[in-house]
């Protein structure tokens, strides 16, 4: 009998707690308003362990879910564009904040190719050797008696 009233006390304890809440948004390019796909959006936040990471789908849609009530920042980062925080946003219980961003394409877009040839090394050989010129044995200190 005892075990049943404890496990309607755990239930209840439980379920009077604050209950998590979600933001979700839509990331658009700015200067086209075009929805972006694949933008990592990363919530943190000091009631947070750790954070919570998603990906846009096609739409530029992201939803995180499941968050503790609490202060939050959220970074919108991808390699075409210029990355964008916001910060102290506010997520109260059982509430869903709404946070779109607006990106714009990063400036520093530009490949860089380099065409060098690795040094030839001889695999084969075990032996070293070092090329002396003249000025090295002018300038090489010698023991008095040798």
Known sequence: ??????????VLGLSSGARAAEVRGQVTEATTKQPVAEIVVTATSPNLQGEQVVVTDAQGE????????GEYTLRFEHERFMPYERAALPVRDEYTLRVNAELLRSRFLEAVTTN????TIDIQSTSTGVNVG?????????????
């Open 116 to 119: 060098c040839r690795a040094p």
């Open 62 to 69: 992201y939803r995180i879910s499941q968050l503790p009530v």
């Open 134 to 146: 003249a000025d090295f044995l002018r300038n090489v200190p010698l023991l008095p008696g040798h």
């Open 1 to 10: 009998m005892s075990d049943r009233v404890l496990g309607v006390l755990l």
